[in-house]
C-alpha cells in the first residue's frame, strides 16, 4: 500500500458488508480518514475508522452524517436488487428502488457538494451496474432501470462541475460475491429446488466462468477516489469479467 489516499476525508454508505466494506478498508488501508457508515450498525464492527448509523432515505441524516465527514471522496454504495419483469414489479417495489438506489444518491450528492466546491475538489464515486443502459439483464427490470438512472446522474453532475474541480463517476460491476447475491442465489435454489443449480446458473453467464470479489470492485473505487484518476470524470466504468463484452 502506498498511502494513495493520505490527506483525504471519505464517506461511504452501505459499508456494512460486501464492496462497501471492502471499499473502506482499502481506502484506511491506503491512508483515508474514513466515516462507514450503514443502516445496520453492526455490520460495521471491526473497522478501523470512525461509523455511524445512516439511512440514506433519511435527508436529514444524510445531511448529518456529511457534515461529520466533510469528504473530500462520496462513494455511494447503497443500493437493492429487485428480482422479475415488468409484469412482475409492482408500484411499491419500484418506488423503493427509485428512492433507494437513485434518491440516495441525490440526496448524498446534495449534501457534499458545496463543501467539496468550497474546499476546491472532490471525487464522487456512484454505484450502478453492467445491467442498466449497458445491457439488459434478464429478470432485473426494476433494478436495470435504477441503474441506468444512476448513469445519467452521474454523467450530469460530472458536467456540470467539470471545471470547479469536482469528478463524478460510476462504478458498473457484473455479478459480485457479495452477502446479498448469496441470498439470491439462496432464493433461486428454492425456486429452482436445487442450490447448485441456481449457483450455476448465476456463475454459467460470466465469461471468466467466476463472479468478481468485492475486492476487485474496491480497486477501482480506490482509483478513482485517488489523484491518478485526476483526469477521469463522467464515465461508466465497466467491470464485468466480460460479461457485457458477448
Known amino acids: 500500500m502506498t498511502n494513495r489516499l493520505e490527506g483525504k476525508r471519505a464517506l461511504i454508505t452501505a459499508a456494512?458488508?460486501?464492496i462497501g466494506r471492502a471499499t473502506a478498508e482499502m481506502f484506511i488501508a491506503e491512508g483515508a480518514e474514513v466515516l462507514a457508515t450503514d443502516r445496520d450498525t453492526g455490520l460495521l464492527e471491526g473497522l478501523d475508522c470512525e461509523t455511524m448509523r445512516l439511512d440514506v432515505r433519511d435527508d436529514t441524516a444524510v445531511r448529518e452524517g456529511v457534515a461529520r465527514a466533510r469528504p473530500d471522496i462520496l462513494f455511494n454504495c447503497a443500493g437493492f436488487v429487485h428480482h422479475g419483469t415488468v409484469l412482475d414489479a409492482t408500484d411499491d417495489e419500484w418506488d423503493f428502488a427509485f428512492e433507494l438506489n437513485v434518491a440516495s444518491m441525490f440526496r448524498t450528492i446534495r449534501a457534499a457538494l458545496p463543501g467539496?466546491?468550497?474546499r476546491g475538489g472532490g471525487s464522487i464515486i456512484?454505484?450502478?451496474s453492467a445491467a442498466s443502459s449497458i445491457i439488459g439483464a434478464p429478470d432485473r427490470f426494476v433494478y436495470g432501470t435504477t441503474k441506468a438512472a444512476v448513469i445519467g446522474l452521474t454523467k450530469s453532475v460530472a458536467r456540470d462541475y467539470i471545471a470547479r474541480g469536482i469528478r463524478c463517476n460510476a462504478i458498473c460491476p457484473g455479478t459480485v460475491e457479495s452477502p446479498s447475491w448469496h441470498d439470491r442465489v439462496a432464493a433461486l435454489g428454492e425456486k429452482l429446488g436445487s442450490h447448485e443449480e441456481a449457483l450455476q446458473a448465476f456463475v454459467s453467464r460470466q465469461p471468466m466462468g467466476r463472479v468478481a470479489r468485492a475486492e476487485e470492485i474496491a480497486a477501482l473505487a480506490t482509483y478513482l477516489a485517488?489523484?491518478?484518476?485526476?483526469?477521469?470524470t463522467g464515465h461508466a466504468h465497466v467491470v464485468d469479467g466480460g460479461w457485457s463484452g458477448q
Open 226 to 232: 485517488s489523484d491518478e484518476s485526476a483526469f477521469t
Open 116 to 118: 467539496m466546491l468550497e
Open 16 to 18: 456494512g458488508q460486501g
Open 126 to 128: 456512484n454505484m450502478s
